[in-house]
T-cell receptor, first 112, second 111 residues
């Protein structure tokens, strides 16, 4: 059972466009994290959100945690080719703080 | 700079061989994890450990075993490699309830 659903699965856009990717669940999470993975490398943690309604910004990336702590979104403004990669969301279920539940990821290609 | 180091980036082994994948972290993290990553299947947890000499099965432990004799080192063992174990293997570590730090991965090919 996939507890975290990510959409879209694939996204190909032109440099300068804006985009939003989503991470949804029917379960409540105590925290959600976003990672970016480049080909041939391990995922790298971008941000952790812990409070319902929380918004965090990392340069051109904006992360939001849903009010009910069941979903999250990642918005990229003016995408650049360096943003290309696989974006993964992951979360800790309430009552389990040892191992993350992972989404399958959104593969983003930003074309020059 | 904190690190998780995996012993090999690329590995080619023959069917039936015993394969050892090593992972070392320098952050004094309690938790360590082994995942495999395959296209369309995402990250699948093989085993994890939350303390020295402790281990717990993940979602796909069959055909694998692990060893954690020291806090900083977590080894994954393929007892008898098979072609369906060809994959990208990722090691990660974390403190309790925090984000993971991953190694660069080992791309294993079993022929």
């Amino acid at each position: 059972t996939q507890l975290l659903e990510q959409s879209p699965q694939f996204l190909s856009i032109q440099e300068g466009e804006n985009l939003t990717v989503y991470c949804n669940s029917s379960s409540v999470f105590s925290s959600l994290q976003w990672y970016r993975q480049e080909p041939g490398e391990g995922p790298v943690l971008l941000v952790t959100v812990v409070t319902g309604g929380e918004v965090k910004k990392l340069k051109r990336l904006t992360f939001q945690f849903g009010d009910a702590r069941k979903d999250s979104s990642l918005h990229i403004t003016a995408a650049q080719p360096g943003d290309t990669g696989l974006y993964l969301c992951a979360g800790y279920n309430a009552g389990n703080n040892r191992k993350l539940i992972w989404g399958l990821g959104t593969s983003l290609a930003v074309n020059p | 700079d904190v690190k998780v180091t995996q012993s090999s980036r690329y590995l080619v082994k023959r069917t039936g061989e015993k394969v050892f994948l090593e992972c070392v972290q320098d952050m004094d993290h309690e938790n360590m994890f082994w995942y495999r990553q395959d296209p369309g299947l995402g990250l699948r947890l093989i085993y994890f450990s939350y303390d020295v000499k402790m281990k717990e099965k993940g979602d796909i432990p069959e055909g694998y075993s692990v060893s954690r004799e020291k806090k900083e080192r977590f080894s994954l063992i393929l007892e008898s490699a098979s072609t369906n174990q060809t994959s990208m293997y990722l090691c990660a570590s974390s403190p309790l309830n925090y984000g993971y730090t991953f190694g660069s991965g080992t791309r294993l090919t079993v022929v």
